[in-house]
Nanobody, 120 residues
Framework: QLQLVESGGGLVQPGGSLKLSCAAS????????IGWFRQAPGKEREGVSC????????LYANSVKGRFTVSRDYAKNTVYLQMNNLKPDDTAVYYC?????????????WGQGTVVTVSS
């Protein structure tokens, strides 16, 4: 069974940092493009970041560029999203998704989400 599990969410003050993890089981993340998405209350889901398969390029939404960094740990079969200088607008449920071709809202495998709350 293909499964993704996110972790690392929580409550953080504005300006703080969190590191989200997306761990895979049942398949190897190396062969997949991994997208990070988020959905804030009352808003549509939006793409945050994408790391292509096979050490391809990384992409970021303009709203997070320069603050978020996506990376892979091949040995741990895990993708990370380092989030720095967090803002209240970053509050959302964050999801990772894996697809054998490219990052999209139609990715094959989705995690259950982890909640990030940025508030003082």
């Amino acid at each position: 069974q293909l499964q993704l599990v996110e972790s690392g969410g929580g409550l953080v003050q504005p300006g703080g940092s969190l590191k989200l993890s997306c761990a895979a089981s049942g398949f190897t993340l190396d062969d997949y493009a991994i997208g990070w998405f988020r959905q804030a209350p009352g808003k549509e889901r939006e793409g945050v970041s994408c790391i292509s398969k096979s050490d391809g390029p990384t992409l970021y939404a303009n709203s997070v560029k320069g603050r978020f960094t996506v990376s892979r740990d091949y040995a741990k079969n895990t993708v990370y999203l380092q989030m720095n200088n967090l803002k209240p607008d970053d509050t959302a449920v964050y999801y990772c998704a894996a697809d054998p071709n490219y990052c999209s809202n139609y990715a094959e495998v989705w995690g259950q989400g982890t909640v990030v709350t940025v508030s003082s």
